[in-house]
């Protein structure tokens, strides 16, 4: 391969130079001969400028002459006479008086003559520098030679077969008279030629004046080369000729050319050097084509060996195709354009496999978008940029009323939008335009009144999405029917007026217990608060609101405010984080409930009093036993004691009767107390076996009147319950008393009472037992009716009132009775929670008898009735 890629490099490189050859040597040529040219004209430009300059040196020099003050006293009229014929005066040994050397202090050569001439333009003195005679033409009135007027004249004039320069000037005494003229000759010859150019013709270039119509030499610098008198013709072959007209020195007696001659042999000497060098450089570009060429060569064949053997492993590994010409060696190129034609036949199929597949997806895109379309509850236009509909799916033919085929083409904001909406809908037109440049998202929606095909308006929210496509921008319109949302709206607003409209407090606060919403009626709750609408609920009502948004339990709560009284309801929405509070003013309640308990107990205590007041006759009887007994044994103490027959320990032992009977008098009159004293309501714990006991002895005259004894059959341990001591007594008392009315009916002897107590799982009972003569069942349904009494002294309000005191302990009563066969109440407690603390109590004798001081481990004020 680097063989061949030399090879290549070679062939390319003599392209090159074959090509360089044809194309390089003619520009080089073309240019070569321009700049020459050019050369030459500035070569020759250059000379007659200093050839002109040199000349005017001589005018220069001459007018300094001219103007010496010694030539203006020398020319004074006292010497010179006009219209005097003289002989000129010719100095030619030594230079006269009125000339300075001038000319040699300014590097020109000296003049060959210098003429005095008077103002007639007789020539007086004439200085010779030289054997060269004056010319004829200068002897005798030299007048055509003088400038006009004050004007000073250089002229190239031309005496026989020479050129001169004959330059002349006025010479002027001090107030400006014109005294005569100086006249300047000076022969332009090979050394006038050779000093006007300097050094500037070492080039072996060199200058001529010719003979314009003669076209002969009259001077040159190079004499001995070029010869004057020759022809110009003679000289074209062996130099490059170059005339130039003298136009400036008019006056001239002959027609004039400067002449530069440039030798034939320079020019070719570098047309040869650039020969050369162009060759050079030809063979350079060659060798550098050549050494490129090759390695291009070089590098592109071992990428290419490269990219066949990883095009050998790519085709089998993806296209699973052996391409056994890599490895059998060869011409690559071939082998890899046989490689190309295969792979890109492979390349052409897939392509057309893909295009199926693609056109196969269309069609599902197509098919997709169309059901879309179809099924989209929402109405789907496409406008045109000029707000053409190009597009309207089946919603939009519902919704909007329209046949597709109808509509398409037309204006739709002229069909759809109402009129006053037309604006709104142009501004999210542009709107949408603008999100569309700047790729904002999300898209522009507003809500607009649109207009059905039967001219129907009706609300709805839009939506515009630019399309860019390839040369158009389309717009697709989102169109929701929204009047059921806005019907919706209107009941959420009208329902939401309830709660301003509320006259109880209605208040919304959030998850850190902040006041977010409150109606107009929570005002005077909020100022009692002393907060304001965002401002913090009152710290004990805080937890409150976390323990509702924790749990999603509604709770309901009191809060008293001295003035007035609210009951606040707190129900969370867990979901929104918010707690409703919505609050009643339960004052009047509250203070009727008041009165009512007042008014109750003072019932009970009435209920309590009648009752007491035939207890109190029994007890009044009672009493007399101990007091008569103690009457008796102090007597008898006193008779002792007077008769001095008694002895110590018999009146000890009266004495001891005597304290004896009045502590028995004194618990008759406690008891009495007891039931009589009106209190407040205490609730605590005692043992119900205690309070049975108890209310037995209270009726303990009345059983012994009616010759009978209670039968107790008690629970063998205590049973706690958790009430007002007085209450209950008074319930048991009232139900044993009645119990003692029946029996009062049946013979003595045959009377039988029973209370028991039992426990079971958490209910404490009392049954109260007799065999009286029974209650008919229909006065069974009236037994707790208020008033309903079939006794004459009764009051009917033992049993309902036993009824409300059992309620307020949570406790039940119930009777069962059979006619001749007896009566039983049943009464039903709670078991108190603490029963270790009444288990700890011991023996019911511990029991306190009365209210005021009760054995007690917590003691709390009744809420409500009594809990
Ligand atoms: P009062 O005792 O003043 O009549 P109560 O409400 O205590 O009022 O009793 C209402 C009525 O129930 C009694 O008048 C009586 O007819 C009837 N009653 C109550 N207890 C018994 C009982 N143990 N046996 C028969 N009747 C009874």
Known sequence: MPVIAILIGLVAGLAVWVVLDQVQSRAVERIFGRELSMRLDLRARESLIRFDQYMTNYAATTRLLANHRRLAQYLEPLFWFPGEEVDPIVYDEFRPFWLPDFFGRNALLAPSHVLLVDSRGQVREVYQ??????????????????????????????????????????????????????????????????????????DRSAVALVDADEQRILASNEPQRLMPGTALSEWTDTYLVTSQSLPAYEGSNWNMLFTTFIPQQIVAKMSGKVVDFERNQRLIAALVFIAVFTLVIYLVSAR????????????????????????RGGNQLVLLEEWMQHFTSLVLRAREEMRRKHEHEMRETEALKAAIMEASLDSIVTLNRAGSVIDYNPTAERTLGFDRQTIIGTDFVRAHVSPTHRAIFVGLLQESNRRGNLGERPHARTELEAIRADGQVFPIEVSIVPIELDNERVYTLYIHDITKRKETEREIKGLARFASESPSPILRVNGAARIVYANAASQPL???????????????????????????????EDDDLGATIYSLLFVPIQELGYVNIYARDITAVRRAEQESRQHQAELVHVCRLSTMGEVATGMAHELNQPLSAIVNYANGASRRLKSGSGDNETLVDAMTHISGQARRAGEIIKRLRALVGKQQPIRSVVDLNYLVREVCGFVEFETAKLEMQIEQRLWAEPIPVDVDLVQIEQVLLNLVRNALDALEECPVGGRSLVISTRRTDGRAMVGVRDNGPGIPAERMDQLFD???????SGMGMGLPISLTILEDHQGTIRAESELGVGTLFHVELPVAVSEAVAGQQGAPEAQPVTAEAPVRTERRMAEGMHG
């Open 129 to 202: 520098a030289g054997d060269a005679p004056l010319p004829p033409e200068l002897q005798g009135n030299v007048a055509q030679w003088l400038g006009a007027g004050d004007d000073m004249q250089t002229v190239l004039a031309r005496f026989g077969d020479r050129p001169y320069l004959v330059v002349s000037d006025q010479v002027e005494d001090a107030g400006g008279y014109t005294m005569g003229s100086l006249l300047v000759v000076v022969p332009v010859d090979a050394d006038f030629l050779t000093a006007s150019e300097g050094s500037f013709s070492a």
């Open 304 to 327: 290419l060996n490269k990219v066949l053997k990883r095009m050998t492993r790519f085709s089998q590994r993806a296209l699973g195709i052996e391409q056994p010409g890599f490895q």
């Open 526 to 556: 909020i100022a009692a608060w002393q907060t304001r609408l965002g401002g913090p609920l009152p710290e004990r009502w805080c937890g409150q609101v976390r323990r509702a948004l924790q749990d999603g339990g509604t709770y309901e």
């Open 786 to 792: 208020p008033f309903f009494t079939t006794k004459e």
